[in-house]
């Protein structure tokens, strides 16, 4: 249990990695399976597993729309081979607590049940950083945007790579929330120095910790 309830309304950077640092997807279906538990469990009325939801009549529109309300607003997330990071505002009371623990628990069932494995597939609880000023906010939303330039991701693991700067890039917003996507537009002021921003703080990051690998701590100071 945490020591402190993290507080609605608030900016959290949350980050875990798989255990002994092992890789958390094997295969292309286990990535598309973490991004929809990510955009499925990410509302305030239960949904029960994904197996059960697709076998509702409501699964013929599952991945065009969410009935409930939002636990989370997502504004920037990283999804790597072995670790993740997701930047984030909670909405409910529990919003951050409820929604992590649905996708984490649901992808390790699912990747336990598919891969003949049992334990934990995650290191314990997901940690979370309290984002307490602009100027963390700024160099948070860097870092996690595109946290997989942060390393030398082997070629052969690209493909397990999935983050939100193209959402960015693009402009159109679907995992990243549309109204948190468009507030961090306008406090970098467009898409042009939003994007030049990320490469200057990944560059600073990099240099500072020297080239880093997967097998490396992946946490900001």
């Given at each position: 249990m945490r020591k402190e309830?993290?507080?609605t309304g608030e900016y959290y950077h949350i980050y875990n990695r798989g255990v002994d640092k092992r890789d958390i997807f094997n295969d292309p279906k286990d990535l598309k399976r973490f991004k929809e538990s990510m955009?499925?469990?990410n509302q305030i009325e239960g949904i029960g597993s994904l197996e059960m939801f697709h076998k509702s009549v409501r699964a013929l529109d599952s991945h065009r729309k969410i009935?409930?309300?939002p636990l989370v607003a997502i504004v920037a997330f990283?999804?790597?081979p072995n670790h993740f990071h997701i930047f984030l505002k909670q909405l409910v009371d529990g919003g951050i607590a409820k929604y992590m623990q649905k996708t984490l628990g649901g992808?390790?069932?699912y990747f336990n049940q598919k891969h003949q494995r049992s334990g934990s597939l995650f290191q314990g609880t997901f940690k979370s950083k309290l984002v307490t000023n602009e100027n963390y906010l700024r160099k948070i939303f860097a870092y996690t945007n595109q946290n997989y330039l942060v390393h030398?991701?082997?070629k052969s693991k690209l493909d397990f790579i999935f983050a939100s700067d193209k959402e960015y890039k693009n402009g159109v917003f679907d995992f990243v929330s549309?109204?948190?996507g468009k507030e961090m537009l306008k406090i970098f002021n467009g898409k042009t120095n939003l994007k030049k921003h990320c490469k200057e703080i990944i560059s600073i990051i990099r240099e500072e910790r020297g080239k880093t690998s997967l097998e490396q701590p992946d946490e900001l100071p």
């Amino acid at each position: 249990m945490r020591k402190e309830p993290l507080i609605t309304g608030e900016y959290y950077h949350i980050y875990n990695r798989g255990v002994d640092k092992r890789d958390i997807f094997n295969d292309p279906k286990d990535l598309k399976r973490f991004k929809e538990s990510m955009k499925m469990f990410n509302q305030i009325e239960g949904i029960g597993s994904l197996e059960m939801f697709h076998k509702s009549v409501r699964a013929l529109d599952s991945h065009r729309k969410i009935d409930s309300d939002p636990l989370v607003a997502i504004v920037a997330f990283c999804i790597n081979p072995n670790h993740f990071h997701i930047f984030l505002k909670q909405l409910v009371d529990g919003g951050i607590a409820k929604y992590m623990q649905k996708t984490l628990g649901g992808y390790t069932y699912y990747f336990n049940q598919k891969h003949q494995r049992s334990g934990s597939l995650f290191q314990g609880t997901f940690k979370s950083k309290l984002v307490t000023n602009e100027n963390y906010l700024r160099k948070i939303f860097a870092y996690t945007n595109q946290n997989y330039l942060v390393h030398d991701i082997p070629k052969s693991k690209l493909d397990f790579i999935f983050a939100s700067d193209k959402e960015y890039k693009n402009g159109v917003f679907d995992f990243v929330s549309k109204v948190e996507g468009k507030e961090m537009l306008k406090i970098f002021n467009g898409k042009t120095n939003l994007k030049k921003h990320c490469k200057e703080i990944i560059s600073i990051i990099r240099e500072e910790r020297g080239k880093t690998s997967l097998e490396q701590p992946d946490e900001l100071p």
